[in-house]
Each structure stands twice: as C-alpha cells, then as structure tokens.
Nanobody, 126 residues
Framework: QVQLVESGGGLVQAGGSLRLSCAAS????????MGWFRQAPGKEREFVAR????????YYADSVKGRFTISRVNTKNTVYLQMNSLTPEDPAVYYC???????????????????WGQGTQVTVSS
C-alpha cells in the first residue's frame, strides 16, 4: 500500500509559478514511477507529467512541456511538480499517482496507476 498526500496548491496570477509536492508513505517509494494528473470542472482527468522510479527519465504532456518540471527525491519519499508560466488553461485539481511499473517512461492513462492522492487545487487569476 502507498498513501499519497499532495500539497502546494493555491491561487497564483497568470504567468506566475507554483510548486506542488506529493509525499508518499512506505519504504519502497523508488519502486514506483510517479505521475501528475489534473482535472478541471467538467473535464476528464488528464495526464500532466511522469517520472521513473529512479528519477532518470521524465515525460510530459505537450500542453505543459517547457513550463512544468517533475522531479523526485527518493530519500524524502517526495515527488514535485514545478509549474512556471501558468496560464488560465492550467487551473484544475492536481493529483499525484503511483505506478508499480517503475521503469516505464511513458504512462499517460489513469488506469496505469494503482495509487492516488486526494488532490490539491490550483487556481490561476488572469
């Protein structure tokens, strides 16, 4: 079992930055690839970014590439999402998720992830 708790959401002006954190329970954090997803009202949950268990490879949705950076510190059981140049298209509830297929670089569908956090709200003012 892995429990995930996101934090760091909030209100930011367009063009601003936020850093989301996701803290995981358990001793086997590096055994999981980690992903970030987001869901806006009335829309389906969409993939944002993924990082392999070792942290050696990352993968991004085209909509955030060049603006968002996913990273992890396995000794702290934490994965981060640095979000820069936020736009009015970015507001959503952001979720982190864990996938036991730790080495796979690409994992863009929600069903590939076994564990989910409760989400953190990101709001962008124009």
């Amino acid at each position: 079992q892995v429990q995930l708790v996101e934090s760091g959401g909030g209100l930011v002006q367009a063009g601003g930055s936020l850093r989301l954190s996701c803290a995981a329970s358990g001793r086997t954090f590096s055994s999981y690839a980690m992903g970030w997803f987001r869901q806006a009202p009335g829309k389906e949950r969409e993939f944002v970014a993924r990082i392999t268990g070792s942290g050696g490879s990352t993968y991004y949705a085209d909509s955030v590439k060049g603006r968002f950076t996913i990273s992890r510190v396995n000794t702290k059981n934490t994965v981060y999402l640095q979000m820069n140049s936020l736009t009015p298209e970015d507001p959503a509830v952001y979720y982190c998720a864990a996938d036991s297929n730790r080495a796979a670089v690409v994992g863009t569908t929600a069903r590939e992830y076994e564990y989910w956090g409760q989400g953190t709200q990101v709001t962008v003012s124009s």
